[in-house]
């Protein structure tokens, strides 16, 4: 029996989608635990880019079922042309299943999502969080505060049309909403067609469970984006933690076994809020550049900067991380130095290692403390290939060094390593770097 949680461990992008997707060759269920389409997972197969929004990766590989879970916020018309996309390109290999819990995405909420991100840049044009517009953050907060449609309403024509008056006499402020009745119409009619993947997951799940399946959970966005300890109010409307990926799936956490942190080697945040290592010079477009760091569902660039240990500490406190996946090394090859950050300087004077700011403010105030790394070479396709047969034995001894570093100062072992976009330049170290550290929060020095 073994459950897999696979975390983000910065600002999202770290590429969870490719290591979930590697990690998925040995599972039997893949599950999406959080977000909605605002989430865009890269994948490069053989047969080209695939990038997954509503789905788990899962449904590539055949004897896989991937689960879009409970804790989904869905929309529709969407997932069903991603499904369609993946069926004419030949790619949807494994199963589906669609949690009748999770929750549809409406008009409403989309339209609510400009409303408000209007409304904070006309109080402080600094206070908008530029989300992506998609209505995620209404539709959570619709769902707390009971007004959202479950998908299993979708399917009951009376609980859809009620549901959606109470929803729409909660409106008023927006004006110019397509009529409830068209809504509840062209949702049946779409949830009509899904139906046959939909059903209750956490059953399935336990039953695989206790079958001795392996299970995945892979989160969406990340943990500096958690609605309570991300850089609030510049976060995601969900919890995209380990804790997260467990009510968002109906597991329980005693039957966690590993909960894997992926980190890029050096950082980059999408929207507005707090960065301390961005770098805003020609490095930080060297890395948009070379990183191709551009949004999988907006095409937004990517603000870039350098690797924040102060934030993968706190990441691997908050998520009881037993492994990292560092990924993207193969883009810092050939750079001569290599800025890390240890610790930040607040405002007030005081240095900061481990625990984030409560102040978005203050982070975004913090001065870091970078230490400076020799660069390794650039990883071309030879060292590539040798990584791929020989692991920790091929890597450049500058590399190693770095990695770690990560898992020394982090107190994490470097398990994996990610050092090209393809499906097969992902390496599993063994022995991983660092072994011997099992729990992040026992490492804590405080
Ligand atoms: P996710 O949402 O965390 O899965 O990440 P994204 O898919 O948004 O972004 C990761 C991007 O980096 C994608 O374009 C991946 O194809 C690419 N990628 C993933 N791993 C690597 C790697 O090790 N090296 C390079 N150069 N690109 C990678």
């Not at 949702?187 to 009509?192: K, N």
């Amino acid at each position: 029996m073994s459950v897999t949680v696979v975390i983000g461990a910065q600002f999202g992008d770290e590429a969870k989608g490719k290591i979930t997707d590697y990690l998925a060759a040995n599972a039997r269920y893949v599950v999406r635990t959080g977000g909605g389409p605002n989430a865009g997972h890269s994948i490069h197969l053989p047969e080209g880019q695939v990038v997954l929004h509503q789905l788990s990766c899962g449904v590539l590989r055949s004897g896989t079922i991937g689960v879009s879970g409970p804790g989904m916020v869905l929309q529709l018309a969407k997932l069903e042309q991603e499904i369609a996309d993946l069926e004419r390109r030949g790619l949807f290999r494994g199963e589906l299943m669609i949690s009748d819990r999770a929750h549809a995405l409406l008009p409403v909420h989309e339209a609510e999502d400009a409303w408000e991100d209007e409304l904070r840049a006309r109080v402080s044009p600094a206070a908008a969080l530029g989300t992506t517009r998609m209505g995620i953050g209404p539709a959570y907060a619709d769902r707390a505060s009971r007004f959202g449609v479950r998908i299993a309403d979708l399917l009951r024509p009376a609980v859809l049309r009620e549901q959606l008056q109470i929803l729409y006499a909660t409106k008023g402020h927006l004006g110019n909403l397509p009529p409830a009745e068209t809504v509840a119409g062209e949702l049946a009619e779409i949830a009509g067609r899904l139906a046959p993947y939909v059903r209750p997951t956490e059953p399935v799940l336990w039953q695989a469970i206790a079958r001795g399946e392996r299970l995945l959970l892979e989160g969406a966005q990340s943990a500096l984006l958690d609605l309570d300890f991300g850089t609030y109010p510049f976060v995601t409307s969900s919890h995209p933690t380990s804790a997260g990926a467990l009510v968002g799936s109906g597991i329980a956490p005693t039957e966690v076994t590993e909960v894997i942190g992926v980190a890029k080697a050096y950082a980059t945040r999408v929207g507005s809020g707090p960065f301390p290592t961005e770098d805003t010079g020609p490095q930080g477009e060297f890395l948009r550049r070379t990183g191709g760091e551009r949004g999988a569902s907006t095409g937004r660039p990517r603000r870039c900067g350098w690797l924040d240990l102060v934030m993968l500490r706190y990441a691997a406190r908050l998520n009881g991380f037993t492994s990292l996946a560092i990924t993207k090394v193969d883009v810092l090859g050939g750079l001569d130095e290599i800025p890390v950050s240890n610790q930040y300087v607040l405002p007030d004077g005081t240095t900061v290692q481990e625990v984030l700011p409560t102040y978005a403010d203050d982070l975004a105030r913090a001065q870091p403390v970078y230490e400076r790394f020799e660069g390794w070479p650039e990883i071309h396709a030879r060292l590539k290939e040798r990584i791929h047969h020989e692991g920790v034995r091929a890597l450049p001894p500058a590399l190693r060094r770095y990695l770690e570093h990560i898992a020394a100062e982090v107190g994490v072992p470097v398990e994996y390593l990610g050092y090209g976009p393809q499906r097969e330049e992902t390496v599993r170290l063994e022995p991983a770097l660092g072994a011997g550290r099992r729990s992040a929060v026992s490492a804590w020095t405080g």
